[in-house]
């Protein structure tokens, strides 16, 4: 089940919204949990139990991990942290690398009599094996207590609206809502708008440049037209960006409406001006867990100028390798790291009248890194790559089949919305007018009307892709 889809927008969602309200508090967090393994269930059918037993082993751990912390055995907590952490990865490593180490051996010319068809990967199992690992070490930071209460913890992996595509959620930044929270009016409005902004952004963007990207890249890059390269790579951003920003926009907005508060994910990352900056913007749960159980660990910028230049190298290597058991994404991941060296080494400042070229050379770099994401295998991202800068025409024109005015519209509405510009036009509004009121009224209207475009797209549309399940 997903957020873009009809059993969720009109049976799932208002049911659990309905009873989530009337029932007394007390009963809310075991009703949401029911709801959560539901959900989860409704797609993924029996790996839900490989999601309970990540459940019930995360809350053994947490909790003997406090008990040597009681006995003052800092050795045995961090001997049980590290069976954590191996158990968790161990996990994530069978459900989304065997196949590809594997494949890898195999290449080697080892040979292996295993049936691989039979692992399938259970939807969002980076996002809670990371929220796992974030937990038991925060608690062995003495940063968090462990959660006694199962059903509690159980919330926290589970809680459906980050379950599937994140943002990763920290258990010490919801630990107060799981015990007690208060779902206010104006909180449940911002989280319904909410929700409806991000339902927007995907169904009425990213579907509609997906369709263009994946249209672009079915052909051989030979056979298009460098300009035709790059209006693939520009709507493949476009679908990711819009896609992604509004999973999480949806995420934040169910959990508001649920009672919790989610940090952002996402903070305009395409007005960046380095790659730095970039990762400061984009899918920022993930950069920060990084940061934070990763590579500060590791060192960080602490032991001398080469140790954080192969700090950064680990870090970005896993980052590519989280994404995917590619590759392709082991690749993307070093390629933003070299940028990143590239920009520690020598961190080079134009002049003011020149500071747009800073801009243009971040949007090349990932633009030119997404094609790595975006592509099969390594050798079409290379072929794909060669043809955008070859500026050559092509002799396959059928990939304009999609562009129309109506798609150019929604690709040029992209283009503005990935910009603060929404946020300017709304605080130059409530500036100017001296009643509040009129303005939410309009508000609230426009959020109606760009909910019933977005669903009238449902329907008529059988374009709908669930991009995270190469995560």
């Known amino acids: 089940m997903v957020f873009s889809s009809a059993v969720f927008l009109f049976i799932f969602l208002p049911l659990v919204l309905f009873i989530n309200i009337i029932l007394k508090e007390r009963y809310r967090n075991p009703f949401v949990l029911i709801a959560s393994l539901f959900f989860y269930a409704w797609g993924e059918h029996m790996l839900v139990l490989l999601m309970v037993s990540s459940i019930c082993i995360n809350y053994l751990v947490g909790i003997t991990i406090s008990y040597y912390h009681q006995k003052d055995n800092k050795r045995g907590a961090v001997y049980i942290l590290?069976?954590?952490i191996l158990i968790n990865l161990s996990i994530l490593f069978y459900f989304k690398y065997t196949y590809f180490i594997i494949e890898n051996l195999e290449l080697l010319g080892s040979s292996f009599e295993f049936e691989i068809d039979l692992i399938v990967l259970p939807i969002g199992v980076s996002f809670f094996t990371f929220q796992n690992i974030s937990y038991l070490i925060d608690v062995y930071r003495k940063e968090v207590e462990s959660q006694k209460n199962l059903f509690h913890l159980g919330l926290y992996?589970?809680?459906?609206?980050?379950?599937?595509?994140?943002?990763?959620?920290?258990?010490?930044?919801?630990?107060?809502?799981i015990q007690k929270r208060i779902i206010t009016k104006e909180l449940f409005l911002s989280g319904l708008t909410r929700f409806i902004r991000g339902l927007?952004?995907?169904?009425?963007?990213?579907?509609?440049?997906?369709?263009?990207?994946?249209?672009?890249?079915s052909f051989r890059p030979d056979t298009i037209s460098s300009g035709i390269a790059w209006l693939g790579i520009i709507c493949y951003a476009l679908q990711i960006y819009f896609d992604f920003s509004g999973y999480s926009d949806m995420a934040i907005g169910l959990g508001r409406m649920l009672g919790f508060n989610f940090k952002e994910n996402f903070n305009y990352p395409y007005i960046s001006k380095s790659i730095q900056d970039f990762w400061r913007r984009w899918h920022i749960s993930l950069s920060t867990w990084f940061r934070d159980y990763l590579y500060i660990p590791l060192g960080g910028n602490r032991k001398g100028k080469n140790r954080t230049y192969i700090n950064l190298v680990i870090v970005f290597f896993i980052t590519g390798l989280w994404h995917g058991a590619s590759w392709n994404f082991i690749v993307w991941g070093l390629y933003h790291g070299f940028f990143l060296l590239?920009?520690?080494?020598?961190?080079?400042?134009?002049?003011?009248?020149?500071?747009?070229?800073?801009?243009?050379?971040?949007?090349v770099v990932v633009l030119v890194g997404w094609v790595f994401f975006r592509a099969e295998n390594l050798p079409y991202a290379i072929d794909y790559i060669y043809q955008m800068f070859a500026f050559q025409e092509g002799v396959n024109f059928t990939s304009l089949l999609y562009v129309n005015t109506y798609t150019?519209?929604?690709i040029l509405f992209g283009f503005l919305l990935a910009t603060p510009i929404r946020k300017k036009i709304k605080n130059v509004l409530i500036e100017?007018?001296?009643?509040?009121k009129p303005i939410f009224f309009v508000r609230y209207v426009i959020y109606g009307i760009l909910f019933f475009f977005?669903?009238?797209?449902?329907?008529?549309?059988?374009?709908?892709?669930?991009?995270?399940y190469r995560f």
């Open 200 to 217: 927007g952004k995907k169904v009425l963007i990213a579907n509609t440049a997906g369709l263009i990207a994946d249209n672009i890249f």
């Open 342 to 363: 590239v920009e520690r080494v020598n961190p080079f400042q134009l002049p003011r009248r020149m500071r747009f070229l800073s801009h243009v050379y971040l949007i």
């Open 432 to 436: 100017r007018v001296a009643l509040g």
């Open 408 to 410: 150019c519209s929604v």
């Open 454 to 468: 977005s669903i009238l797209e449902l329907a008529q549309a059988t374009y709908n892709p669930f991009i995270y």
């Open 157 to 177: 992996v589970s809680l459906f609206p980050q379950l599937i595509a994140g943002p990763i959620v920290r258990y010490v930044d919801i630990q107060k809502e």
């Open 82 to 84: 590290a069976l954590g």
